[in-house]
């Protein structure tokens, strides 16, 4: 199988590329923004499963241009897995290169841009599937179509929630889209899950995150379970639209189920997009 990894270069990403390279017909992509760590990720990779067909794509996701640009970099591809899982927690507010908040940027419109390119450039295979890393901690919230950027009242974890809550409502979008090339849409809750994640915010947060996965995660290799389960697996080839956590449908929150708001996210998504000069 071909298969894309975005945020390869660590964590979830990483541990399954670890497990889907030990077969060594997958050839496999990773996505990452670090080139020093991408490369170190191949190398290791490499030696560790002795996979040959392992490359590495520098791109910052959180750019348009730079996402949009992986259409040229796979147009030779041709992709059977799509794996969404580069994601990060901005406890500040920052805005990306295009002037858009960053954790919506990277954690929804990455996704969003990347999966629209492969399906309409037909570089993901007919019978392909796309899996989502979404996230539990998308419940509670709702989004706010009149400031989806957070420009007022910004808080990063809410940001961070709600952008794991446009995973779920662009999964449920998407696979009704993609049906008709047969490609299956899911995503996933992989757990509270000892990673990176976070790490990219300094001071008390990164502390308290820090804190928090050493008392309370779990292993990367459990939570990139139900990763490589959606990637992999016969059971959920006919599947598409669902939320999954340890292996199985899982129910997520109301709000995340609502049609109008995924309508409403389509339809802002690509008009934010036009507005920068991308259009899907
Ligand atoms: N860990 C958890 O408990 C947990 C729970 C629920 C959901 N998740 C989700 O799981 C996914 C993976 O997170 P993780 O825990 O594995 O975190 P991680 O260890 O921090 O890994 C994040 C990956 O994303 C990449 N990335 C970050 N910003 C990027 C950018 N601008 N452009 C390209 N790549 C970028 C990183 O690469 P670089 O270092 O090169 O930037 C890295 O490979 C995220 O979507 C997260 O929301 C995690």
């Known amino acids: 199988m071909n298969i894309v990894i975005t945020g390869g270069t660590s964590g979830l990403g990483f541990r399954t590329a670890f497990i889907l390279a030990q077969d060594s017909k997958n050839k496999i992509i990773l996505i990452g923004k670090n080139k020093a760590k991408g490369e170190q990720a191949i190398k290791s990779l490499n030696n560790e499963t002795k996979n040959k067909n392992l490359s590495f794509l520098q791109v910052d996701l959180s750019s348009i241009f730079e996402t949009s640009s992986l259409k040229e970099k796979l147009a030779n591809k041709k992709i059977d897995v799509l794996i969404n899982n580069a994601g990060a ?3 500040s507010r920052i805005e ?6 960053k954790t919506f940027a990277l954690n929804h419109l990455s996704y969003f841009i990347l999966s629209n390119l492969l399906l ?3 570089i993901i295979k007919n019978g392909g599937r796309i899996i989502n890393v979404a996230s539990g901690a998308h419940r509670g919230v709702d989004i706010n179509f009149d400031d989806i950027e957070m420009v007022t009242n910004y808080n990063g974890w809410v940001s961070y929630k709600k952008s794991k809550l446009c995973n779920i409502l662009f999964t449920k979008k998407l696979s009704e889209l993609a ?9 996933l809750h992989p757990g509270f899950v000892k990673t990176g994640f976070g790490k990219n915010n300094t001071g008390v947060i990164g502390l308290i995150i820090k804190s928090l996965m050493s008392l309370f995660a779990i292993r990367v290799e459990e939570g990139a379970e139900t990763i490589i389960y959606l990637a992999t697996s016969n059971n959920v080839k006919n599947i598409s639209g669902e939320y999954f956590y340890e292996s199985k449908i899982n129910k997520p929150s109301l709000n995340s189920e609502n049609k109008k708001s995924a309508d409403n996210l389509w339809d802002l998504s690509i008009k934010i997009l036009k507005n920068k000069g991308l259009t899907l």
Not at 96 to 101: C, V
Not at 179 to 187: A, D, G, S
């Open 179 to 187: 049906l008709k090339n047969n490609i299956t849409v899911n995503c």
């Open 120 to 122: 309409k450039h037909k």
């Open 96 to 101: 990306s290169e295009d002037g858009i908040e």
């Open 89 to 91: 927690l901005f406890y």
